[in-house]
């Protein structure tokens, strides 16, 4: 099988038909009108909508698993990726719309790059601007306090300053990177043996960082594809789920620092790193708080 398609959901059904309908070539029930030999496994976190209920009765070509309790983003994927049978494997999320030959455009880049353990296509927000997740260098000290001390936004065309979502390079050059965003992650099956499934550890965000951080200390690169378009959707959110999602953001980059940069750090700095993560969580919880929830968006 060429490919696996691994969708996360909880609480999404609109997008998810959406997304699922985007797949399909048009006037086929087959992904690119059966070029490509793939599966589409859809994990339901719980959700309490109706989206696996209409997964199951509109999309019956979609393998469902109904995992019992949300247990976040990690843990979801990785039921589904334990089944993959697929040779490379793609985590989509279900607020994403793929161009039609996204998909097949995305396996070509991965065949015409062998050393790529991991690609990743351009994000545009429904507005048209670029999801700057979508290609990153890692969060070290440094380039996490130029982004948030505000010196990445107030110099984005600085190389030292703009590193963290590389602001100062050309949005449209295709080129290896630290780490692509894990809401359209194409993986091979053969990294994923390699270097393990997804941290549970991490419940929202960073545990695509860390799997590429694993991917390229396992001997593979990353690459991001500009030339692949993927239109991702973020909702607006609740104020209850918009301090969720801040929480675990600022505790992803805490885990993240202390998985793989404690060692390297004498302990002052890895106090004041830590400190600065969790003033940062209090003054964005704060100004959360103060935020009209149509204003907060998940996905930071």
């Not at 690119?32 to 070509?61: H, K």
Request: net charge positive.
């Amino acid at each position: 099988m060429d490919l696996s398609i691994v969708i996360l959901i909880y609480n999404t059904r609109e997008h998810l038909r959406e997304c699922l309908a985007s797949l399909l070539a048009e006037g086929s029930t087959s992904l690119s009108g059966g070029s490509i030999q793939a599966e589409v496994i859809v994990v339901d976190n719980a959700s309490s909508d109706g989206s696996a209920e209409m997964a199951a009765s509109e999309f019956p070509w979609v393998e469902l698993i109904r995992s019992a309790r949300n247990g976040g983003f990690a843990h979801g994927n990785n039921q589904a990726l334990r089944r993959a049978r697929g040779a490379a494997i793609l985590l989509l999320n279900p607020d994403t719309l793929v161009p039609r030959a996204g998909i097949a455009d995305l396996l070509d880049r991965l065949r015409a790059h062998p050393e790529a353990g991991i690609i990743g296509p351009k994000l545009l927000r429904p507005n048209g601007s670029m999801h700057l997740a979508c290609r990153r260098s890692f969060p070290t000290p440094a380039i996490a306090f130029y982004r948030f001390s505000g010196l990445a936004r107030v110099r984005p065309d600085s190389p030292r300053f703009g590193r963290y979502n590389l602001t100062f390079v050309d949005p449209d050059l295709p080129m290896e990177v630290d780490s692509v965003c894990g809401a359209c992650l194409l993986v091979r099956r053969q990294v994923v043996r390699r270097i393990g499934l997804l941290d549970e550890r991490f419940f929202m965000y960073g545990e695509d960082l860390d799997w590429c951080m694993r991917t390229r200390q396992a001997g593979w690169t990353v690459r991001y594809e500009p030339g692949i378009v993927v239109q991702h959707q973020h909702g607006a959110a609740s104020r209850k789920r918009a301090l969720r999602t801040t929480f675990h953001f600022f505790r992803a980059m805490d885990l993240f620092y202390r998985k793989h940069y404690i060692r390297e750090y004498h302990p002052l700095v890895t106090g004041a790193v830590r400190t600065a993560i969790y003033a940062g969580l209090g003054v964005a919880l704060f100004r959360t708080l103060l935020t009209h929830p149509a204003q907060r968006h998940v996905g930071l």
